[in-house]
């Protein structure tokens, strides 16, 4: 089967779309033949040689897929082959053939395509074990998301506005924040051009934002822990900002608030179980509802995973890239620009 890889690390392109043996499921797990694969700024680190997947787990990029249930290991209920799915991976999405443990399969929701529903594991997993699960947003609270244009951003906007929280966004374009509007934030920060506290303040009367969702970290911890309510809960899921800041434990004391870190990739497969079961009923109803959607920036074939690359680097993109494992399996242009599409 072809497979993308990385020889050694390096720039996108490092990458190198080759010939691979095909994979085996082990008890517990399936086989996906894969359809489409999520392109995400874990992939891109993992090739700079910055985040290597775990022990035992595939070389090759990939951390989430959409497919068909090609074998069933030992043990599998529950899945039969032929079921369309998308799932939560620790590598391997970018390949025709992938192994999935059982725990960590989706089916695909109800009006959304077997492609784009490649757009939806990883951050649906992450949006909310993060927002909902670590830092408990309610209905009626502000949360904060940094990186408002991006697949975490655009997924975290819909979901926070379906549960009835209200959204603040940074970003860095004018067309980004336009997006970001269209899915429902209502406090716009043009990074480049404002402060968001300044700004999240202003929009609440100074009261601040209840839940903060960070991937900047050591360059935004003081105006982040600065940014936050009474009571407020700062998560920390990316490092793009650096991975060292000195941190006011007086300001964060006479918030009564808390920081958090965490991460997905690394979880045990029995945490990761928990977490797909979880957003199976909760998140899922809603995207089911038209409520919460993926939000699909460009398609391209297996072999353009370099150019993938490229335009995550270049953070033009708004929403995910998503790979096709299969020429043809877009059912449509490869390159097209879809705001929130479901077809």
Known sequence: MRAAVVREPGGPDAIEVTEV????????????????????????????????????EPETLGLECSGTVAELGEGVEGWSVGDEVCALLAGGGYAERVVVPAGQLLPVPRDVSLVDAAALPEVACTVWSNVFISAGLREGELLLVHGGGSGIGTFAVQLARAWGARVAVTAGSARKLDACRELGAEVLVDYTQQDFVEEVRAATDGRGADVVLDVVGATYLERNVAVLAPNGRLVVIGMQGGRRAELDLGALLAKRAAVMATSLRARPREEKAAIVASVREHVWPLVEEGRVRPVVHQRMPLEDAARAHAVLEEYSHIGKVLLLARPGAAGGALDDHDLGSTS
């Open 21 to 56: 043996p095909d994979p085996s499921p082990g008890p517990g797990e399936v086989v996906v033949e894969v359809a489409a694969a999520g392109v995400n700024r874990a992939d891109v680190m993992q090739r700079q040689g910055h985040y290597p997947p775990p022990p035992g």
